[in-house]
């Protein structure tokens, strides 16, 4: 006996080729690969099923996983992610401020030299005054761009409990 994953397709259009998972929907398109040979994926209707091959802890999780995976996809390209970031400063005015697709924060800490943080390829940004706003259709892009803009701009060498610098989630995708 093997465990079943239902995944329910309203909102977008999903196709299966070879080992490839496409969700298209009206924000843009996701896909994602089938690397694990033990796995069995079929649409029967507007579900997709996904099918472990053996009833094992691994195998289950593996399943599980591709299952919350397509299921993040299906939201992001009916829906978005956004995630909100904020800039605070205790002892040195800074400022935020877009260059293209790079975020740059000036005078950080009284630092000469601005902080830049490279936006990818499929991501959205805005900047106002201190928030930044990020957009994607990808669940793991907008979270990953957060984590990066929060550990890049952050007190080094500084006591942390005196100066509380730095930018923070605070809306996760």
Wanted: net charge positive; proline share 3%; charged share 30%.
């Amino acid at each position: 006996m093997s465990t079943k994953f239902r995944v329910d397709l309203t909102g977008a259009d999903v196709e299966l080729k070879e080992n490839n998972i496409l969700v298209k929907g009206k924000e843009g398109e996701l896909h994602t690969e089938i690397v694990h040979p033990f796995l069995k994926v079929e649409k029967k209707d507007n579900v997709l099923f996904i099918e472990a091959e053996k009833d094992n802890k691994f195998q289950k999780s593996i399943a599980g996983t591709l299952a919350a995976n397509v299921k993040n996809m299906i939201k992001g390209v009916t829906e978005k992610y956004t995630a909100e970031l904020e800039l605070v400063y205790m002892h040195f005015p800074a400022s935020l401020k877009l260059n293209g697709n790079k975020i740059v924060v000036e005078n950080f800490v009284g630092e000469r030299k601005p902080r830049e943080i490279q936006v990818p390829e499929g991501l959205k940004v805005e900047v106002k005054g201190n928030k930044i706003i990020i957009f994607g259709i990808d669940k793991y892009k907008v979270g990953q761009l957060a984590g990066t803009i929060e550990s890049k701009i952050q007190i080094k060498n500084k006591d942390r409990r005196v100066f509380k610098d730095g930018v923070f989630i605070t809306k996760k995708p």
